[in-house]
């Protein structure tokens, strides 16, 4: 996906200019990505902001048409923006959780849902119900949307757009915006959504707490190429040759810890901790050499936490 967007130079005279004579730049939103999800998959798709994650879900949404490439999503070419098709997915979106005019109650926003959609009465009836019991609606749904706060706005948008039961659901920054608890019983919702019904899920967020209780596997894009595709559990050994290790001990005064490996600043350890940044390889033998050589209390070797890792790699990008 390339974007043809206007540019110039700063100042008056500039901006005069431009109004008579345009320059222009061609910007390359996307490029080379390409995945498969299998039915039922709940994958995460990461990366920095501008990488092309919001334009894909875009693209495989029917929102906007490629410059050039292919895409099928059940069997939909998703820009013709066929009927079926339409009825068939959902994009759900943090920074605007919820349409239609901000003075219809919830129950009325889900009723003309129903009838967009054209889902049968006892279809709906089920279907709201569940969704009442699954996200607490039972105190909104005679409020108008405008009086709603924004959690409770972003579970209502989840019933309005899940309300036809589609196949295909994408999430994009879910979260964006709600406290900590809203955000935890919005992923438990997802979780649950997607095992009773199937739904196959992909789903952009920032916040990787978000990734790592919903996803087994994370496609992560950087400047519009996809960088890694496989397993969260993998991502951190694929991303980072290091390895944490945390020592407790009673007295760490007067060691030389350059010997066995670099002091990890990044951990906000108490006191008596302290944790080493350790080759993979070497994690063996240095492990054992601090259990012969100091009087630890308690040692754990661990990955480095996934967003300090996949920050790391941004950065590393960028340079």
Not at 62 to 87: C, M, N, S
Not at 146 to 168: F, H, N
Request: glycine content about 6%; hydrophobic content about 45%; some cysteine.
């Amino acid at each position: 996906m390339t974007y043809r967007a206007a540019v110039r130079e700063a100042g008056l005279r500039a901006a005069l200019r431009s109004v008579v004579k345009r320059e222009y730049r061609d910007i390359e939103a996307v490029a080379e990505v390409s995945f498969e999800l299998r039915a039922g998959e709940v994958v995460g798709f990461i990366g920095p902001n501008g990488a092309g994650k919001t334009t894909t879900m875009k693209i495989l949404s029917g929102i906007l048409h490629p410059t050039v490439g292919e895409a099928r999503v059940l069997g939909f070419v998703p820009w013709r923006r066929q009927h079926d098709y339409l009825k068939k997915i959902a994009l759900v979106r943090g920074s605007q959780p919820i349409g239609g005019p901000a003075e219809l109650t919830v129950m009325d926003s889900l009723r003309y849902q129903q009838l967009l959609y054209e889902v049968s009465h006892a279809d709906f009836r089920a279907n709201v119900a569940e969704l009442v019991g699954m996200l607490d609606l039972e105190s909104l749904l005679d409020r108008q949307v405008r009086a709603l706060s924004l959690g409770e706005r972003m579970r209502a948008g989840l019933a309005t757009t899940l309300v036809y039961r589609p196949k295909v659901l994408f999430l994009d920054e879910p979260t964006l915006g709600l406290d900590v608890s809203a955000a935890a019983a919005l992923r438990r919702f997802v979780a649950e959504y997607a095992v009773r019904t199937g739904a196959t899920v992909l789903l952009t967020s920032h916040y990787m707490a978000d990734v790592a209780s919903l996803c087994r596997r994370v496609i992560l894009i950087d400047r519009s190429r996809v960088r890694y595709d496989g397993d969260l559990n993998s991502l951190a050994t694929t991303l980072s040759p290091y390895k944490l290790i945390k020592l407790s001990m009673p007295d760490r005064t007067g060691i030389d810890w350059e010997r066995f490996g670099e002091l990890d600043t990044t951990q906000d350890l108490e006191q008596e901790q302290v944790s080493l940044r350790v080759r993979r390889e070497a994690v063996p033998e240095v492990t054992s050499e601090l259990l012969r050589q100091l009087a630890i209390v308690d040692l754990t070797v661990e990955d480095p936490p996934l967003d300090l890792v996949i920050d790391q790699f941004y950065q590393a990008g960028r340079r």
